[in-house]
């Protein structure tokens, strides 16, 4: 079993992953579209929202990749499975789908808000999925509420931003 990524056109990610899912039906465990919950500054209030994690992508569980391949040419929109140079479906590493189970809920697939203080120049997560990656965060924005956070994926490093409140600085 084996976690895939499909490409899709931005901003249809939870369309693409509901065709997928009724198209693939038999070889598809699970078909999901991480999201983050941040914080979001409207009319002066504070409110919570979801956005994708990784725009433009889908992600696929299953053990039949070549499948749910062949099911992609079905679906009524463009996606696309990430190859290998040889057009080979390639599994997410054991290292990312260990981030993504780590970081994110298991049921919704939700990167929820942490928390955090500053002490001196290091920033201490005390509560929420960035608890103990401290040392990947790069950046922080304490008005927007927002963390930039290093990692691999998709064969590639890149720098995505997650929620983090600063609750206190000392």
């Known amino acids: 079993m084996g976690v895939f990524v499909v490409q899709v056109v931005g901003g249809q990610e939870d369309r693409a992953a509901a065709l997928i899912a009724k198209i693939a039906q038999g070889a598809v465990e699970d078909c999901f579209v991480p999201k983050r919950e941040i914080m979001h500054r409207k009319a002066g209030q504070w409110h919570r929202i979801l956005e994708k994690l990784y725009p433009g992508y889908v992600f696929v569980q299953t053990s039949m990749p ?8 079905r679906v009524p929109a463009f996606t696309r499975m990430l190859t290998s140079a040889g057009d080979t479906c390639l599994p997410l590493t054991a290292d990312e789908v260990a981030w993504i189970n780590a970081t994110t809920n298991v049921d919704t697939h939700v990167m929820e808000m942490s928390e955090g203080v ?33 990692m691999d994926m998709f064969g590639r490093h890149k720098a995505i931003r997650v929620g983090l409140e600063i609750v206190s600085k000392k």
């Not at 070549?66 to 040419?73: F, I, S, T």
């Not at 002490?119 to 401290?134: A, N, Q, S, T």
């Open 118 to 150: 500053i002490e001196g120049d290091r920033v201490m997560v005390i509560r929420g999925p960035l608890k103990g990656h401290e040392a990947r965060i790069t950046r922080i924005d304490r008005h927007k509420r927002l963390a930039w956070v290093d």
């Open 66 to 73: 070549e499948q749910v391949r062949e099911a992609l040419g």
